[in-house]
């Protein structure tokens, strides 16, 4: 019913690892992506089968390895049926924009050759990702963790993108739910960034938290959470495609 788009395992706490397969199947979780973030994170151990993107994210971004950092991610991808992510800019990061922005375009050049889905992640630098998008002919993306503006998320869309909701909806932006209330439904995927970005009041998030997320969304829309689960579900599927087929 459920499909988290975004998560980061190896931050999640042993409990919530122990008890994944029965709390999954409790909340009716029928995938969960666990998103790449650097080579040493794109070797951990996954007993409990959970769906893997590979991606070197821009606060991993070094230069001095950055070569032999993206040839080994090519190697991943090409091995194993996946999104490449999570990818993108942050003007956060410790690496210079001109070296993220290099590794951000030799990942987007990767996902377009192995048709690929991608997994975006953009602080502050939306100006510098458009054109790369546009350059790259990228139009099967998803933008984690959005909470930009209608006008900023429209612009997304029209190059084929999705927007990745989760718990910053629950933290009461005006900005956010306006987006939510003008984009069509199929615009979104919902995303937990387990253990990332929590709904307010809570300490960590959790793939356990979409269906509060979904009545989130509902609320704003005017529709039922059913109508969430299934608009939400069918394009996750849409943009994933083999990737989600693999829990099948």
């Known amino acids: 019913m459920w499909v988290d788009c975004n998560v980061h395992v190896e931050g999640w706490s042993p409990a919530q690892r122990l008890n994944w397969t029965e709390r999954a199947q409790a909340a009716q979780i029928e995938a969960v992506i666990w998103s790449g973030t650097d080579p040493l994170q794109w070797d951990l151990p996954n007993p409990e089968g959970f769906v893997r993107a590979y991606g070197l994210h821009p606060l991993w971004v070094r230069e001095e390895t950055l070569t032999a950092d993206l040839t080994q991610l090519e190697s991943y991808v090409r091995a194993h049926p996946s999104a490449v992510g999570e990818i993108g800019l942050d003007r956060r990061a410790v690496a210079p924009m001109a070296v993220q922005v290099r590794a951000l375009s030799s990942q987007l050049q990767l996902a377009v050759r192995q048709r690929c889905a991608v997994i975006l992640h ?117 943009l994933f495609g083999d990737l989600l087929a693999q829990g099948d």
Do not use: W
């Open 122 to 238: 953009v602080v502050r630098a939306h100006d510098l990702v458009f054109p790369l998008l546009v350059e790259h002919a990228v139009s099967r993306f998803m933008v984690h963790g959005f909470s930009g503006s209608p006008a900023l998320a429209r612009r997304y869309v029209d190059l084929g993108g999705v927007l990745g909701i989760g718990g910053l909806l629950s933290r009461q932006s005006p900005r956010l739910r306006e987006t939510v209330r003008q984009l069509p439904l199929d615009a979104f995927v919902l995303e937990s960034d387990a253990p990332d970005l929590p709904p307010q009041g809570s300490r960590v998030s959790d793939p356990t938290d979409l269906p509060n997320t979904a009545a989130l969304i509902a609320q704003v829309k005017g529709c039922d959470v059913q109508e969430v689960a299934q608009v939400t579900r069918a394009t996750a599927r849409r």
